[in-house]
């Protein structure tokens, strides 16, 4: 039987915090999809797998668009988010074609900031403050398909998957917010730090390879998550009062965005260790295909590189990756939009992006 495809299928089962970076808010919703060759898959005695996933990144630089806001890291104003996700995915093998897996994700956050607390502005030394969450995150259960036959179709197939976010992260995180020395209110947290949404989405995913030769194949991923609810209500005031202009541009609460995921590459094979090469795009739209887009959201792009390694043993499965964007993309947001339509003056947002992400993991068959 042909070698597997193996890096591609494991690591995208833990490593879709999806988009992105920093203060682009997306979900740790691990994407679960093509372990491995179809054909050794429907082979494989074991009827179980679970996948263990760590993910990491300090986001920092700030865009509006393509261009870095190099000042705010000169003047000391920049936003600074800390991410660390562990991923747990169990999965059954239904038959030759057929799967099931679960994914729930333990997410801790860090978040530094002086405007959420004394303010740009401010001279005091203790004007850097920070703020954290920790927990689980939205669960997602998935059924996946082979669709070519798995035995007949060795050098080659494709896999669909559709799944359920469910809302279990909380998604009204509060912690304190500094106003002076003395001074302190409770508030939700950023959006970007927030364990969870507040929606029910509903996910699909196309994970696909070809094997060229015994050491060499090729591979591909597509994920879409559409989040159907406009907003979860939640307001961005960090524990203040709303803004008049807040309410007209319809930021004062938290949207509920889409996200998705694009990646491909060559996958070499040499013995019981992978390497392979690729490039990732990531994304949050300023618009979702279902549902309202109002609310505060930080869309955006990134776009890089994603070299990996893994050790294939007999039950076990280890792989890491390190994802390094060189393209990053803080896109005009709805809210944005608005404001440009109603002031007729263009209006665009920035984001704090990580210059690369680091995920570790193994799996293990039994």
Known sequence: MIAIALFFSVFISVTNRLVAQGCVAVRSNGAMCTRSHAGEDAADNHNWQLTTGYRYFHSFRHFVGTE??????????????????????????????????????????RRSSMYEHYGNSSTSPNARKETTSFGIGDVRITAYRWMLDPIKSKKGNIQVGLGLKLPTGDYRYNDFFWKNDSTKV?????????????GTGISLELNGYYVFTK????????????????????STARG??????????????????????????????????????????????????MGGSSGFRRPGRIFGAEPGVAYQMKKVNLFA??????????????ADKQRTKITGVFAQGDA??????????????F
């Open 68 to 109: 870095e806001q190099k000042h705010r890291v000169a003047e000391g104003t920049d936003v600074r988010n800390w991410q660390h996700a562990v991923d747990f995915t169990l999965a059954r093998k239904l038959n030759k074609r057929m799967s099931i897996a679960v994914n729930v994700p333990i997410i801790s956050n």
């Open 186 to 198: 409770l508030g939700p947290v950023d959006q970007s730090i927030q364990l969870g949404d507040g």
């Open 215 to 234: 050491e060499l194949s090729a591979y591909g991923n597509f994920y879409y998550l559409s989040n159907p609810r406009e907003h979860n209500g939640v």
């Open 240 to 289: 203040g009062t709303t803004s008049n202009t807040n309410i007209l541009y319809g930021s004062s609460v938290m949207s509920v965005p889409d996200q998705y995921m694009i990646r491909g590459g060559l996958n070499l094979m040499l013995g019981a260790f992978s390497a392979s090469a690729g490039v990732r795009l990531e994304a949050v739209p300023s618009e979702d295909i």
């Open 321 to 334: 990756t390190v994802p390094y964007w060189f393209s990053k993309n803080r896109t005009q947001s709805y």
């Open 352 to 365: 704090a992006f990580a210059d690369y992400s680091i995920n570790i993991g193994c799996t293990v068959r």
